[in-house]
């Protein structure tokens, strides 16, 4: 099939990869020429593990290119799936549709022949709908339907979540449009991953619903993680224990220093708004967003107990920054909220991160940025693990403490052993719900 992708942001870029990697002969749009060129050139401008060889191959192969012009891309294509961003909007946490429309209604004067027009991007229930409207309203020739397709990546294992998926979901309103998306994923239904087949809203549902859920999850853990530290239970032990449930599950269920991302903070807000639109206000969702927040600021008070109640003689060495492993993603994610507190409280703070050093750089002012986390914690009074990158999952805990001045921990992550790190001469150490 021939398949147009218009945005080669993540999800976009991920989605022509994967599709080109099917078999499909795909053709990536954007507006922005040095992204374009990039591309054509096999420069990816996200750190996604395995991405750009995978980009590479299809390219080679001949099934996958870049271009600006729109208009060729569409009029050729059996598919052409929206994967532009929605932003939340400013001031209302509503996602801002502006992109999705300006493309459908591109799309729309583009179209030829028979299209299906597939919404990828995260919209609110009622979107597709008005995609469809707005075509319509720019041809009213034109012989198309409009599909609903939500992604369920997550960043750092996106290609392997789009080639082996626990489902996919396909929101459509006629079978002609049924069927071209059952060419489009002929590969994994033959592989027998579910395909779920339903309307337009209850697939723009089903996106929200889960991220939401995730979201809440989370939460959970996190706030059952600071009672944990009132009564001197391990989270740890209570997760393993509620996670064998088997309607649980264990996924999902580690205590950290709150949620990030470009996704479980936008969904949420988005979710919120529509319910409150809806005059069916989320207050599961809204109570989520509230105690993220909390969790958050509840790290940085962890560390200033740590520190001794003050931070302004300090020296403090933060381990990752991005908003987990795998990514040079820094949206929303807790470094956000901690470091500019600590900076502003007058630590001197030292970062090191894989991948995270071309985003922090401008969202992080004041703090330094190191290569070696050793040499990162030479006369450090504190030592604070935020992201739980491989790297920092096995650092020599009797090197690091040696090189500090005063050897003391922060683990967010739950990632050491507290003994283990006593025995290796910290004098204090603390994590997330764990006494
Ligand atoms: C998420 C969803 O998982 C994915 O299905 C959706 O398509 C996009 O949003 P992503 O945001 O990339 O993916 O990352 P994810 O791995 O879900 O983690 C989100 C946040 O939750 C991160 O900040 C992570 O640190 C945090 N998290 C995750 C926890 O704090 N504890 C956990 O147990 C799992």
């Known amino acids: 099939m021939k398949i147009a992708i218009i945005g080669t942001g993540y999800v976009g870029l991920v989605s022509g990869v994967c599709l080109s990697d099917f078999g499909h002969e795909v053709v990536c749009v954007d507006k922005d020429p040095a992204k374009i060129d990039a591309l054509t050139h096999g420069k990816v401008p996200i750190y996604e593990p395995g991405l750009e060889d995978l980009l590479a191959r299809n390219v080679e192969a001949g099934r996958l290119s870049f271009s600006g012009d729109f208009a060729s891309a569409v009029s050729s294509a059996d598919a052409v799936f929206i994967a532009v961003g929605t932003p939340t909007r400013r001031g209302d946490g509503h996602a801002d549709l502006t992109f999705v429309y300006e493309a459908a209604e591109e799309i729309g004067r583009a179209i030829t022949g028979y299209t299906v027009v597939v919404t990828k991007s ?70 027998d991953f579910p395909i779920v087949v339903t309307d337009l809203e209850s697939a723009e549902m089903i996106k929200y619903a889960a991220n939401a859920f995730l979201a809440t999850k989370i939460t959970f853990i996190n706030e059952i993680a600071a009672l944990c530290e009132r009564v001197g239970a391990d989270v740890k032990q209570v997760s393993r224990g509620m996670g064998l449930d088997n309607r649980i599950g264990n996924k999902f269920l580690h205590a950290g220093p709150g949620y990030g991302g470009s996704c479980f903070p936008k969904d949420t807000s988005a ?165």
């Open 122 to 191: 995260t919209v609110p229930v009622g979107t597709n709908a008005e995609v469809e409207r707005r075509i319509k309203a720019v041809n009213p020739d034109a012989d198309f339907d409009v599909a609903s397709n939500p992604e369920f990546l997550r960043e750092g294992a996106a290609i392997d979540d789009f080639m082996r998926p626990d489902r996919v979901v396909v929101g459509v309103s006629s079978e002609r449009a049924a069927d071209v998306l059952a060419d489009v994923y002929r590969p994994l239904y033959l592989r």
């Open 271 to 435: 979710l919120a708004r529509i319910g409150q639109e809806a005059g069916m206000p989320m207050r599961i969702t809204e109570a989520v967003m509230d105690v993220n927040d909390r969790v958050k600021r509840r790290m940085i008070d962890k560390v200033i107990d740590l520190c001794g109640g003050q931070l302004s003689d300090q020296r403090i060495v933060v381990y990752g920054v991005t908003f987990k492993p795998n990514t040079d993603d820094m949206r929303d994610a807790p470094s956000l909220t901690i470091l500019p507190a600590l900076v502003g409280q007058g630590a001197e703070v030292r970062v090191v991160d894989p991948e995270g050093r071309r985003e922090g750089e401008t969202l992080l002012p004041g703090v330094t940025w190191f290569d070696d986390p050793y040499e990162a914690a030479t006369g450090a009074t504190a030592a604070i693990l935020l992201t739980e990158w491989n790297e920092f999952r096995a650092l020599d805990l009797a090197r690091l403490s040696d090189r500090m001045e005063t050897p003391r921990m922060a683990d967010l992550r739950n990632i050491y052993d507290p003994d283990a790190v006593k025995a290796a001469g910290f004098a204090e150490y603390v994590s997330v719900g764990r006494a």
